[in-house]
C-alpha cells in the first residue's frame, strides 16, 4: 500500500511583505527626523520635496509639512496617470506617512546651529532613512517621480532628471538664502547619496580576484585548500598569441586577500592578478537575501 506524502503546509508570505512597510515606516521617520533637527534649521535644501518646503519655508513661512503633501500628493497622481500602477501600495504609504512625520516632529528643538554640520547629518540621517525605505521595496515619492515621469516622455537618462531638479532646487535655495546656502545643499545631497549606498551594500566590501597564469590547477587547488572558497575558470585567448588561456575569477572576504595573495605568489610569482572591488555579493559563502 503507497504511503500518502503528507502536504506540508507553506510559510507564510505575509510577512515578507509586513517587513517592507516596517521599514518603509521606520526610514521615514529617520528622514522627518533629520529634516527638522538638521536640514530645516540650517536652511539646507539639499532636493527633492524637502528642499523645496525648506525654501517655501524659508520665503513665506509656509509649514514644510503641507507643502511637502500638496507637491508629494498631485505627483504620486501623475505618477500613476503616466507611469500606470506599479508604484503600488508601498510607495503611496511612503508619500503620506513622510509628511506625517515631518508634522510630527517639527516642534523639536535643533540639534545644531551650524550649517556644515546640518549638511552633514543631515545628508547621513536622510540617507539612513531612504535607504531603509528603498530596502522595504518603495520609495517617499516626490521629485523621484517627477523625474521618471520626464525621464519616460523626454528621452533622457533616469540619472540625468534626477540631477536636473535637484539642481534646480539646490540654485533656488542659493538664490533665495545665499551661496553657502546652495553649496550645503549640495553636501547634504552628496552625503545622502553615500549613506543610502552604504545602507543598501553595508560595510562589508568583498574583492573579486582575476589571475591569469600558466599553473592554474595548482593555484586553484591552493586556493581551496588554504583560503577555502571556490574558482571559476573563464575562457579567454591572448591577444598577441591567440591561444586559449583560461582565467581564474574568485570572490573573497576584504580579510581575505592577503592570504589568497600569499598563496598566489608562493606558486606563481610571475601570475598577473587583477582586483576590483564587489560592492554587494550574495550566494554560497557570502550574504543571502
Not at 55 to 75: E, H, S, T
Not at 161 to 189: R, S, W
Request: hydrophobic share 50%; with cysteine; aromatic share 12%.
Amino acid at each position: 500500500m503507497k504511503k500518502r506524502n503528507r502536504r506540508v503546509p507553506k510559510a507564510s508570505g505575509k510577512w515578507p511583505v509586513v517587513l517592507d512597510f516596517v521599514y518603509i515606516l521606520i526610514g521615514a521617520f529617520f528622514v522627518a527626523v533629520a529634516f527638522n533637527v538638521f536640514l530645516l534649521p540650517n536652511n539646507v535644501a539639499s532636493g527633492g520635496v524637502s528642499g523645496i518646503s525648506t525654501i517655501l519655508n524659508g520665503l513665506f513661512d509656509w509649514r514644510p509639512a503641507y507643502v511637502q503633501y500638496a507637491f508629494n500628493i498631485p505627483l504620486f497622481i501623475a505618477g500613476l496617470i503616466f507611469l500606470g500602477l506599479q508604484f503600488g501600495l508601498k510607495t503611496a504609504v511612503g508619500t503620506v506617512v513622510l509628511p506625517f512625520y515631518v508634522l510630527l516632529t517639527e516642534s523639536w528643538e535643533p540639534w545644531t546651529e551650524d550649517p556644515l554640520l546640518g549638511a552633514l547629518f543631515g545628508g547621513i540621517g536622510v540617507g539612513i532613512g531612504l535607504g531603509i525605505v528603498f530596502r522595504g521595496k518603495a520609495s517617499t515619492g516626490g521629485t523621484d517621480l517627477a523625474a521618471q515621469i520626464i525621464h519616460k516622455y523626454s528621452g533622457f537618462g533616469l540619472g540625468t532628471c534626477v540631477a536636473f531638479i535637484d539642481g534646480m532646487i539646490v540654485l533656488a535655495a542659493a538664490l533665495v538664502f545665499d551661496i553657502e546656502a546652495g553649496l550645503y545643499a549640495l553636501i547634504g545631497l552628496y552625503v545622502t547619496s553615500k549613506t543610502i549606498d552604504l545602507v543598501q551594500v553595508g560595510l562589508n566590501r568583498s574583492k573579486m580576484v582575476h589571475i591569469i597564469t600558466n599553473r592554474q590547477e595548482e593555484i586553484s587547488q591552493a586556493i581551496f585548500d588554504e583560503v577555502d572558497r571556490g574558482v571559476t575558470k573563464l575562457s579567454a585567448y591572448g591577444g598577441y598569441t591567440d591561444h586559449e588561456r583560461p582565467i581564474l575569477m574568485c570572490v573573497i572576504d576584504q580579510t581575505e586577500f592577503t592570504r589568497l595573495k600569499n598563496v598566489v605568489k608562493k606558486i606563481d610569482p610571475k601570475a598577473f592578478v587583477i582586483v576590483n572591488d564587489a560592492s554587494e555579493v550574495l550566494g554560497e559563502g557570502f550574504k543571502r537575501e
